[in-house]
């Protein structure tokens, strides 16, 4: 078991080497500097304007959160990088051994199939790690501006791509697994990301379950992390998708196991990861790790919220692609779902758009029904939501002003020195780091 | 006699792993058909065929890095799942350069380490194989016969007692060939069994102490050098045979 042990140490180490010798990476690396400098030079300077800075009156950045103004558009870089130049380093990390001849070697080795794939990933994971670390120069230079930090809301956005990069790494592993050639696996891999774009198109133009599918996507679950939102079962699908992936991977790699045996593995992993999802979509809990609160009702407002005992059932009759419906499910909705223990939220419309719905008398209705007792209403504000479901419980709204209100951080001060640190000295220092390596 | 085309395992007190009927297509194509064959303590067993006569499918199937069909292959008392085959087993591929952008140096050290091999013969084997100028340049710099060179490095200090190696005198010149006869059996005295892929016939009729015959992806014929060129001169309308090539011709 020792010997194991210290041969997993090796192998490792071995991955390790082997990352540090990829082409891909080192570009992965370099680029990542530039990517973050646009996004974060970007977003300071708009972040300064909104806070009055060059001549914007004073004010207009109040309520202004870090969050969404710096590193939601600062981290995007990170989602880019992990969609277009991670799977390659991935990719490249797998493929290598086999186009190589090593993995006919080292297959030899009695390790588990499992503890070889941990090794890759592990190895990626710190390689995107260090890629990380031109956010955190944006971080340093965001606190040396003098701008605010809350530390969870910047964990969690960390959390969300962390779990982004394990999934593009999963995807990888398991392309460069199944495919016999890197190229193929690359076209693989885009391809599934593309289906995730695609899924989501199709969500925002049909509804129903696409709609719900959608919340699993990459692309939609960073941007419940960047929105300082965690919900349990995102991470848990996200977790349970990673090593289903890496699972994939796994049983692939083995190159002396017969072709119908593989594919009765992965019918089988491909079955439980599903029966895993289904029940991890019951879980429902949730943390809005935001400053500002932006995924919650007000604590008054929870409070009284929390006072309803019966199920609550609403029917909107809007289509997929009425911006009403988006508003109504993003600033209301879905807080009323980390709310309320039984609610229950059903879209009603006959075509995507609602255009020629209009003319349906019913058409924009929102129908509440809580205790044998129902309302109709058109309003999609949040405030007047809650309004409607107070009344049906028969209990009195919040007074005002009982809480903290959310004053902002406004910042109106340039992105001084980013330019530098980020379009010279970064790929310089990455450039004279990867000759050396 | 010895001779067991196509024939039943034979028994022997020295044999350390039983190959039983082998088999591997890939599609339509059959590659190896149900060969049978013993591997002996202590001897250098060759498979010798034309090319495409599945030698190196073959060396794969029984290593367990490419799935048979069918058959079986048995270490001592053992079947041949993959723990007692990591134990007995070792194989090198030809033609493969593995870790290119790492040294020679770190994948030598990398392979000891990682499989447990024999480090206590590490400069012994880089001596033999003149491979100490080549320890700081890497993998992917290496001709085809230094990478040769590395390989057979790796399967001299594998701590496994029986080697397949595939083709281990492929891209060796002459001088280079002959002193690695003379490593190789040095080492079959230590204690190593070595299986030998090997398609040119007379370096395989000057190391080899058996052979397995191999044409079409069957088993022509399994013996020693005497009993192949017994078994072929049984054959009927071949004229007298004078060496180990006419025997070859004579049964493939």
């Known amino acids: 078991m020792r010997s194991l042990d210290r041969a997993w140490i090796r192998l490792l180490r071995k991955e390790w080497r082997e990352l540090l010798a990829s082409r891909a990476w080192w570009v992965f690396l370099f680029l990542m500097g530039p990517l973050v400098g646009v996004s974060f030079i970007s977003a300071v300077r708009t972040y300064a304007e909104a806070s009055g800075w060059g001549g914007t009156s004073a004010g207009v950045g109040e309520a202004f959160s870090p969050l969404v103004g710096i590193w939601a558009p600062t981290f995007s870089a990170c989602e880019i990088g992990a969609a277009f130049l991670l799977p390659f380093v991935a990719i490249r990390l797998v493929s290598g051994d086999r186009q190589s001849g090593a993995l006919k070697l080292e297959l030899q080795h009695p390790m588990s199939a499992l503890a070889r794939m941990a090794a890759k990933a592990l190895v990626l994971f710190a390689g995107w790690f260090i890629t990380l670390s031109a956010a955190a120069m944006a971080v340093a230079l965001w606190l040396s501006y003098g701008g605010s930090l809350y530390w969870p809301e910047l964990v969690t956005v960390v959390l969300g791509h962390l779990l982004n990069a394990g999934l593009v790494i999963a995807l990888g592993v398991a392309a460069a697994s199944v495919a016999e050639n890197p190229s193929t696996a690359a076209i693989l891999t885009l391809a599934v990301t593309v289906g995730t774009w695609i899924i989501g198109f199709i969500a925002a133009v049909h509804g129903g379950v696409w709609e719900r599918a959608v919340d699993y996507t990459p692309t939609a679950m960073v941007a419940q992390f960047q929105h300082g939102l965690v919900r349990l079962d995102v991470v848990l699908i996200a977790l349970i998708l990673i090593v289903a992936g890496l699972g994939l991977g796994g049983i692939w790699m083995r190159l002396g196991v017969a072709v119908r045996r593989r594919v009765c593995e992965s019918m089988a992993l491909g079955a439980v990861t599903v029966a895993a999802i ?160 | 006699m010895n001779i067991t085309p196509q024939g039943e395992p034979e028994s022997s007190p020295e044999t350390l792993v039983r190959i039983t009927g082998m088999g591997k297509n890939y599609g339509d194509l059959i590659a190896v058909r149900d060969v049978t064959f013993s591997i002996r303590k202590g001897e250098i067993l060759g498979v010798i065929g034309p090319n495409g006569a599945g030698k190196t499918t073959l060396l794969e199937c029984v290593a367990g890095v490419q799935p048979a069909a069918a058959g079986n292959v048995t270490f001592g008392d053992s079947s041949g799942n993959g723990q007692a085959r990591s134990s007995f087993l070792f194989y090198i591929p030809d033609g493969i350069a593995p870790w290119p952008h790492q040294s020679v140096r770190w994948a030598i050290d990398f392979a000891v380490g990682f499989f447990g091999g024999r480090r206590d013969l590490l400069s012994e084997v880089t001596h033999e194989l003149h491979l100490a100028p080549l320890l700081g340049k890497t993998v992917a710099s290496l001709s085809k016969g230094q990478r040769k060179r590395l390989l057979l490095a790796i399967a001299l200090l594998a701590p496994q007692p029986v080697v397949l190696i595939d083709e281990p005198f492929e891209g060796l010149d002459l001088r280079q060939g002959r002193e690695l006869e003379a490593t190789l059996r040095k080492h079959v005295f230590a204690g190593k069994t070595l299986v030998l892929s090997i398609h040119q016939i007379t370096v395989a009729a000057r190391i080899c102490d058996r052979f397995v015959l191999l044409s079409d992806g069957k088993l022509v014929a399994e013996g020693t050098r005497e009993e192949l060129f017994q078994a072929a001169s049984c054959r009927p309308g071949h004229a007298p045979l004078r060496d180990f090539e006419e025997v070859f011709l004579a049964l493939t």
Request: glycine share 6%; hydrophobic share 40%; aromatic share 8%.
């Open chain 1, 278 to 437: 289904f029940v991890c979509k019951f879980a429902r809990a949730s943390w809005d790790m935001s400053e500002n609160r932006m995924n919650s009702f007000s604590q008054a407002d929870e409070r009284v919220l929390q006072q309803i005992r019966h199920p609550l059932k609403i029917e909107a009759h809007l289509a997929p692609e009425d911006p009403r419906r988006t508003d109504l499910e993003h600033r209301v909705f879905s807080k009323l779902r980390r709310t309320l223990p039984e609610v229950e939220i059903r879209y009603v419309s006959a075509t995507s758009v609602g255009l020629f719905e209009q003319t349906n008398p019913h058409y924009g209705e929102i129908c509440y029904r809580l205790g044998g007792r129902s309302r109709i209403s058109r309003a999609t504000s949040q405030e007047a939501v809650l309004a409607t479901i107070y009344e049906l419980a028969g209990l009195p709204p919040p007074g005002e002003g009982s809480e903290d209100i959310f004053r902002g951080h406004p910042l109106a001060v340039p992105p001084k020195g980013a330019a530098v640190v980020f379009y010279l000295a970064w790929p310089a220092v990455v450039a004279a780091l990867g000759r050396l390596g």
